[in-house]
């Protein structure tokens, strides 16, 4: 039994310790997660006007990055007229680094119209490495469009 709970406390700490934004460059061409067609990509505010009440909708759209999830690269945040887009890699398929923020990215994948409730925003502020303060005024749950993205390509 001494040896089953050491065994768990050592893979829990790896995985822990594993769990960390890819350490690679974000050079203009980086690619991650499938192929972007990038010459068909709209500008974000133009798919987010266009998406209105629609369910979900296949996109391809140009973005600035504005955040980058600082616990694994698992999801980051692209600069919206209205405010800042959330974008999650589609099942985790792949991890962005955070070299990405301040980028002009490509991103291919399903855009969807969600809410996402105040467990999951205080969850990702606690990704960002936002204060408790911060994360503790999170009072309200948020409807917004959040792309689950299959592959991403650095534009510049």
């Known amino acids: 039994m001494k040896q089953l709970i050491i065994v768990s406390v050592s ?22 997660g499938k192929e972007v067609a990038v010459n068909k990509a709209i500008d974000v505010n133009e798919m987010a006007n266009t998406m209105g009440t629609k ?9 600035e990055v504005v955040e980058v999830c600082k616990a694994e690269g698992c ?10 887009m959330m974008v999650k890699m589609k099942d985790h398929a792949f991890l962005v680094p955070l070299a990405l923020n301040g980028k002009q990215i490509a991103i ?13 925003l205080k ?15 999170i ?15 650095v534009l510049n």
């Open 11 to 32: 893979v829990l700490i790896s995985t822990i310790a594993l769990a960390q934004p890819p350490k690679v460059l974000a050079d203009k061409g980086a690619k991650f």
């Open 55 to 63: 369910e979900s909708a296949e996109v391809n759209v140009k973005a």
């Open 75 to 84: 999801w980051i945040k692209v600069k919206t007229a209205n405010g800042n």
């Open 108 to 120: 291919t994948g399903t855009a969807v119209n969600k809410v996402t409730t105040v467990a999951q």
């Open 123 to 137: 969850h990702y502020a606690e990704d960002a490495g936002k204060t408790k303060a911060e994360i503790d005024a």
């Open 139 to 153: 009072k309200e749950d948020k409807k917004e469009i959040v792309i689950q993205a299959k592959g991403i390509e």
